[in-house]
């Protein structure tokens, strides 16, 4: 178990303002470079998946792949592991990134974690707001399940067909 203590703490802050379309893929994208920043994970060139800001160039298939990833990777995964819902460390955004070596007098975190059965090193701690988890992993993912369900490849053949239907060029 890891927690946080209240003290005298320096924290060395290696957060990057990020922007982030308003994509269900490219907000679970996001949280998979997420999960990467925080422990050692290149396995499945993962990265390609990480990389939000190319969201559109991927196929459905390898959108089905970045579903399928944040399942794996979720956040019951890390939770009071690596990240930590933390309003206060978070300030005025929603996630905040630290080093590990300079919270060590206050943070008791793990040094690795169990991912598919290897042992992941943790390269950082991320603090969160609650708000950051529903709008990054648990909103996206619940519409890509609907999307991948039945009835929403149903509604999406459907749609496209409308839309090749409606443009015929003569």
Not at 94 to 121: M, W
Not at 132 to 158: D, I, T, V
């Amino acid at each position: 178990m890891a927690y946080l203590t209240r003290g005298y703490t320096f924290l060395r802050d290696t957060t990057e303002s990020v922007t982030v379309p308003n994509n269900d893929v490219a907000k679970c994208m996001y949280y998979l470079n997420c999960v990467c920043s925080a422990i050692e994970y290149k396995d499945n060139d993962i990265k390609r998946y990480c990389n939000y800001a190319n969201w559109a160039n991927l196929s459905d298939a390898e959108d089905r792949l970045v579903f399928v990833l944040c399942l794996t990777l979720s956040p019951d995964e890390f939770i009071n592991k690596v990240f930590f819902e933390n309003d206060t460390l978070c300030g005025n955004m929603g996630n905040k990134f630290f080093e590990i070596g300079e919270v060590r007098n206050h943070l008791i975190a793990v040094q690795s974690v169990l991912i598919g059965g290897q042992t992941r090193s943790v390269k950082k701690i991320m603090a969160f707001k609650c708000s950051w988890m529903h709008r990054n992993y648990f909103e996206p993912m619940r519409n890509l399940s609907y999307r991948f369900s039945s009835q929403g490849q149903r509604e999406e053949a459907l749609r496209r067909s409308m839309i090749s239907g409606a443009c015929v060029i003569s």
